[in-house]
């Protein structure tokens, strides 16, 4: 899978299971986002920079979605400026909207993304 650490690796299979019940793949993939980027992202500019070493195929298995429901998600995100997209890397622009998104995956903001909530 990439080259996540083990405790990520870990991190993310009990988040996948704790709001499958609950959610829509768009959901938990927003809420998968949020996660990463707490985990690995990096501020720049007012937004956060995630090098994701994973393929939509991969999020899409972590989310516990399909690959088209993958696809469609970022998308729609990109085309509302909520994301950018790049090669292995996404670009999180509206934080604030995309927790949003994630609704019951990611209601409330954990302390290390708290401070990224509103763009610059």
Not at 29 to 45: K, P
Not at 84 to 98: E, F, M, P, S, W
């Amino acid at each position: 899978m990439g080259s996540l650490t083990g405790g990520a690796s870990i991190w993310l299979e009990q988040t996948r299971l704790r709001v499958r019940a609950v959610t829509n793949g768009a959901q938990r993939l927003a809420g998968l986002l949020l996660g990463l980027a707490e985990r690995l992202g990096g501020r720049a500019a007012g937004v956060i920079e995630i090098a994701l070493p994973l393929s939509q195929d991969q999020l899409a298995s972590l989310a516990g979605t399909s690959r088209a429901t993958v696809a469609r998600a970022l998308n729609d995100w990109r085309k509302r400026g909520l994301i950018r997209t790049g090669q292995r890397r996404i670009t999180l622009i509206d934080v604030a909207a995309l927790r949003g998104v994630a609704g019951p995956a990611r209601a409330e903001p954990s302390r290390g993304i708290a401070a990224f909530s509103t763009v610059e």
